[in-house]
Structure formats: structure tokens, C-alpha cells
């Protein structure tokens, strides 16, 4: 008997109508009609599975702050940054905890069992640091959380954050962080670069940081980025986030950058929702979408994924933790309106942010996990054209969410007319 067998499924890589048998926490089979029995069968003919979605960028230390201590008027990043800092004295461990636990829960019931958070390590009691020390080891069971040390004003603008930077990783933080654009100079934001990369390597840890989170055309930082990632031969361990400069540069600049990036094995990491609101804030018109370079990127084999970044905080007033809807940004900013381009903007939210999390057992085929989520639509282009209910989400097995399907009635005449906006009806 096993544990779990989910029928009739269409697939993102377009295989239709099959079965996926999950036992003991992994997938053992997957193929069209199964004959095996199993405790819980779940019917979803029609309707697409995928692997869960991952976050590769969040900040669930600032998350579901929206109106603490006041709103955000101008809603530009510099308010933003000046909110935060109001709001951090008051912070506390268990009101971080809370909050987190409750952005948890959504990610869940959107089907995001895969978070990689920032964490502002500034304030020298590390309250955040703890609390989401905390909540990793809470949610272990659901979602697989990695920790950023992140220094949001500055490694090298404030001493103090040398400092912290060592502590938290020795309480178990997982990965370093950094912000060079924000520090006081060009030079320190290259020493800021190295500095961080070689505490990486020391300690045998990923590098993940806010590179160049800038309109600044002549920045240089992604470019310090890569060189020291394949000086220290740090392949694949290294993920440049945000790069919004890269969406300003010279385009012969970049035709060098992108294959030093590619040779150093970079991750990159764009945030739609964030820098579509809060990039090219100097401009009149033309007016720049801010984004970095994600179809070429793309296009030269680096591996693009997505994150989220905020919902509901100093620098964004919006969001429920969708995936689908960063995507769905993304697509549009990027125009990466093509068949195949849309299956990579799914991509960036499933298969690409596993690979910049470094995910194990990660996917749909025997051996994997057991993880999944059951989306109200027949295919990729219908999940991102509706962003449909997650029916079920699942994990190891078992089933961690359920909603049901959307459909309305619509009345005309004597006639009644269920509507769900699939096509063909
Ligand atoms: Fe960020």
C-alpha cells in the first residue's frame, strides 16, 4: 500500500493524464495508470502538478509590517529604508516569530515550500537573526528555509557589522550576504565584495548578495562579484541578487560581463514585483522598467530564478507570498512572451530557484521528494495566465494544504453558466 497516489495529471514539461505514486516521503513512480493502492489517492484529472514553488529572495524579518510605526507615503526606496530603520528599535524576537509564522502559512497555501530569506544582522542583538533561527527549525517539517546574512546598511559603513556578520554565522546562518552598492564607495564596494566572497570560502558557505540594487549605469559590482567567485573557485556557490544596474549599462560592457558571469557560474536573481515599483524613480520618460537582464541571461545559460523580496512591508504595500504572480510580473517585464519563454518564467519560480537554493531531491521523477503542488489549470500558460487556487499542496507525502477550486455562477436569463476561466471551457 502506499501512502500517496495523485491521478491523472498534466505535467509542466507537457506530459498529460498521468499518475504520481509517492512513498515514504519520495516519489517512486510516475506513469500513466497506476495499479497500486494507496492510503490517500487524490483525483486531479486535467489539472497541472509541479514542483512546489521556491522564493529565492525574501525578507521575513521585515515581512507583514505594513503601517508599523506608519505607512510608507511616497513608497520609494529611500522611505523605505528610513521606515525600517524607525521600526527597528521596536522590534522583537516573538513579534518577528509571529509574523513570519503567519507568511509561512500563506507561502504554504500558495504552494511555496522553499524560502531563501534575507536577514538584517544591523541592529547588534540579532533578535532577527534568532527569530528566524527559530522558525527555520519550526517549519523544518514544511518549508525548507536557508538563512542570508544580510548586512542592510552596510558591511564596511558600519564597523559594528563586522562583527555581527561572524556572529550570526556562528549561530548557523547559511549563507553570506552583502549590500556593496550601498557602501560608502565604489572601492569599498569592491573590498566589501572580496572581504565577504573570502569569508565564504573560509567558512565553506554560499555567497547570496544585493549586488548593484541600482539605476546606476556605471556601477560595477556584479562584475567584482564574478571575478572573485571564480578567483576563490566559488562555481555555482555564488548568486548575484536584484543587479538592476545590468538593466542601465552600455550594451558592449555587458556583452563582456554576462560570459565573466556564466564563467564564474553565477546564480541571478531577479525580483519583478520589487523592481518594477522601485527602480528608475529619477526618471522622467523615457522611464526605466529597472529589471535586470533576465532574457539574456538567460539566453547565455546563467541560471535565473526569482524572488518575491517583500509583501507587505516598508518598501512594498502589496502581495499574498504568489510565486505565480512574481512570475507573472516578470514575464511582462521582461517580454519574455514566447511559448518557451514562458515555460522559463515558470522555470524561475520552480526548477532554476531550486538550483540557486541548492535544493536535494528536487522535481517530479522517482527518487525526488515527495513535495508537489495541484494548480487549477491544464498547463503552464493557463497557472500564469490565471494564477488559479493551489487544490492541494503537498509534502513528503501528505498533504500540508487544500483549497477549493474557483468557479463562479453567472447567471443570465433562466440560464446558469459555471465560469472558471479555463479555455477551452
Ligand atoms: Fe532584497
Redesign the pocket.
Known amino acids: 500500500m502506499l501512502d500517496c497516489l495523485i491521478r491523472g495529471v498534466n505535467l509542466p514539461d507537457g506530459r498529460k493524464g498521468v499518475d504520481i505514486a509517492i512513498n515514504e516521503g519520495r516519489i517512486v513512480e510516475v506513469a500513466p495508470c497506476i495499479g497500486a493502492k494507496a492510503a490517500q489517492e487524490i483525483d486531479a484529472s486535467g489539472c497541472l502538478a509541479t514542483p512546489p514553488f521556491v522564493d529565492s529572495?525574501f525578507?521575513m524579518d521585515a515581512t507583514l509590517t505594513y503601517g508599523q510605526p506608519r505607512i510608507n507615503e511616497s513608497g520609494t526606496l529611500l522611505e523605505g529604508i528610513a521606515l525600517w530603520g524607525e521600526l527597528k528599535p521596536h522590534l522583537t524576537v516573538e513579534a518577528i516569530k509571529e509574523r513570519a509564522r503567519q507568511l509561512c502559512r500563506w507561502a504554504i497555501a500558495k504552494g511555496t515550500l522553499a524560502i531563501r530569506s534575507?536577514v538584517d544582522i544591523g541592529d547588534e542583538r540579532l533578535l532577527a537573526v534568532q527569530a528566524l533561527l527559530d522558525i527555520r527549525e519550526e517549519f523544518k517539517p514544511y518549508i525548507d528555509l536557508q538563512l542570508v546574512a544580510f548586512p542592510q546598511d552596510g558591511y564596511l559603513r558600519h564597523e559594528k557589522n563586522r562583527g555581527n556578520m561572524e556572529r550570526a554565522l556562528d549561530m548557523g546562518v547559511d549563507v553570506v550576504g552583502g549590500i556593496p552598492h550601498f557602501e560608502r564607495t565604489m572601492a569599498e564596494g569592491a573590498l566589501s565584495v572580496k572581504l565577504l566572497c573570502e569569508l565564504a570560502e573560509r567558512r565553506g558557505l554560499p555567497v547570496d548578495m544585493?549586488c548593484d540594487?541600482s539605476d546606476d549605469p556605471l556601477s560595477r559590482h556584479v562584475e567584482t562579484l564574478a571575478y572573485h567567485a571564480n578567483r576563490l573557485r566559488l562555481q555555482g556557490r555564488v548568486t548575484g541578487?536584484?543587479l538592476t544596474s545590468m538593466h542601465s549599462m552600455d550594451n558592449y560592457y555587458v556583452s563582456k560581463l554576462i560570459p565573466l558571469m556564466k564563467e564564474a557560474g553565477l546564480n541571478a536573481v531577479a525580483?519583478p514585483l520589487?523592481n518594477i515599483t522601485l527602480q528608475g524613480r529619477h526618471d522622467t520618460y523615457p522611464k526605466r522598467r529597472g529589471m535586470t537582464r533576465v532574457k539574456e541571461l538567460m539566453a547565455a545559460g546563467i541560471n535565473v530564478s526569482f524572488?518575491h523580496?517583500?509583501v507587505m512591508d516598508p518598501w512594498y504595500s502589496f502581495g499574498s507570498h504568489d510565486m505565480l504572480e512574481v512570475a507573472h510580473m516578470g514575464l511582462h517585464v521582461a517580454q519574455m512572451t514566447g511559448v518557451a519563454e514562458m515555460r522559463r518564467m515558470f522555470d524561475a519560480v520552480t526548477v532554476n530557484g531550486a538550483r540557486t537554493l541548492g535544493l536535494e531531491g528536487y522535481g517530479l521523477e522517482p527518487g525526488c521528494r515527495g513535495d508537489m503542488v495541484i494548480i487549477q489549470a491544464g498547463d503552464v500558460h493557463e497557472a500564469l495566465r490565471l494564477r488559479p487556487p493551489r487544490l492541494y499542496v503537498i509534502r513528503r507525502g501528505r498533504i500540508v494544504s487544500r483549497m477549493m477550486p474557483a468557479v463562479a455562477r453567472v447567471s443570465l436569463g433562466n440560464a446558469v453558466y459555471e465560469v472558471d476561466f479555463r479555455y477551452p471551457a
Open positions: 529572495h525578507h534575507h544585493h540594487e541578487s536584484h525580483n520589487i524572488g523580496d517583500c
